[in-house]
């Protein structure tokens, strides 16, 4: 009985989790990730770097504080919950002293451009949109410390502190 | 690897990178973090592969890990539990569905071993392999999980 039960439950979880698939959009972004390395390579977009600046939108009461030292700079930003950042270069930026965020960009074949995000060696990639001639990350998921919630949790403002030397990736 | 090879991957063994994700982070978004984490590093690798099997291991291996590197992440995450998933899985029987979310309320430790021994057909060594446990404790998750799922499906589990 033993045997025959542990065949019916694999064969009952199998049916199971043969329906479980992962989202169409996924897919596509997956497979247009190849094309970040493919992308810097050939148009070497990813190289001169100043000071690559981010700002957020949205939200009017947003405040900025933001301090320039010579190649360095600290920005403290607040946003709202829908928490976009906004990408004007690529390049490595050092969110709290030692998060180090690398951003770059690419387009995929149907036009989907995708942002690399990479914090302490764990990469996040994101769709990157145009919003107002902006390419925009949409970062609502991640935020720093800063944030606020209302009575019921909700998140209302979110905001992180970036500081560092925006420097050309590799 | 080639753009081709990594497309082909991608089509076959993209639904089980993410059943081994969704299994584990429990949430939608972090799930598909821990697939494209683990394309990343396919994609990164220059080592080929020994066979389908070496690289399916690799993969759900990577994903594994993938999974507990996320719970250490310092960034704060706005978690989307499975039951407000917008995008939650669909099935065509009552008891398919009953099955899943009861899997899913599982202890995340017992989880991703359920899914690999029940669907992915693996034994409890190579079990232990992959997690990188001790098969004493792979059995014991086991036993533990299949108490829980005869208590709320009541149903035999074997």
Redesign the interface.
């Known amino acids: 009985m033993?045997?025959n039960?542990?065949k019916q439950?694999?064969q009952?979880?199998?049916?199971?989790?043969n329906?479980?698939?992962?989202?169409q959009l996924?897919?596509e972004?997956?497979?247009n990730?190849?094309n970040l390395?493919s992308k810097s390579k050939k148009t070497g977009f990813a190289v001169k770097i100043a000071v690559a600046a981010v700002v957020f939108l949205l939200v009017a009461s947003n405040v900025a504080a933001y301090a320039v030292t010579g190649n360095t700079w600290i920005e403290t930003i607040f946003t709202g919950p829908s928490a976009k950042l906004v990408v004007e270069d690529d390049g490595i930026y050092i969110l709290d002293g030692d998060?180090k965020i690398n951003v770059t960009e690419t387009l995929g074949k149907n036009g989907t451009a995708t942002g690399s995000y990479e914090?302490?060696g764990?990469?996040?990639?994101y769709t990157v949109f145009e919003e107002n001639g902006q390419h925009v990350l949409d970062i609502?998921?991640?935020?720093?410390?800063i944030?606020t919630k209302d009575a019921d949790g909700v998140?209302t403002q979110a905001g992180m502190v970036i500081a560092g030397t925006p420097t050309p990736t590799p | 690897m080639d753009k081709k090879e990594y497309e082909r991957i991608i089509k076959s063994y993209l639904d089980a990178v993410y059943r081994v994700a969704l299994v584990g982070c429990k949430n939608n978004s972090d799930a598909e973090d821990v697939v494209q984490n683990t394309f990343i590093k396919l994609w990164e690798r220059k080592e080929s592969f020994k066979d389908e099997e070496h690289l399916r291991r690799w993969l759900i291996r990577v994903a594994v890990n993938e999974c507990r590197s996320l719970q250490r992440t310092p960034w704060k995450r706005k978690l989307l539990y499975i039951e407000d998933m917008t995008d939650e899985p669909k099935f065509s029987l009552p008891e398919r569905s009953e099955l899943f979310y009861a899997v899913m309320e599982l202890d995340a430790k017992y989880r991703q071993v359920v899914l690999l021994y029940y669907f992915e057909d693996y034994n409890v060594r190579e079990i232990a392999e992959i997690m990188k446990l001790s098969e004493t404790a792979i059995q014991t998750r086991l036993l533990r999980a299949r108490n829980k799922l005869k208590e709320v499906l009541k149903t035999e589990w074997e």
């Open positions: 033993g045997m039960c542990e439950n694999k009952y979880f199998k049916e199971t989790f329906e479980v698939h992962a989202p996924l897919a972004r997956i497979t990730m190849n390395k998060t914090v302490n764990y990469t996040k990639i609502r998921y991640d935020y720093g410390d944030d998140l």
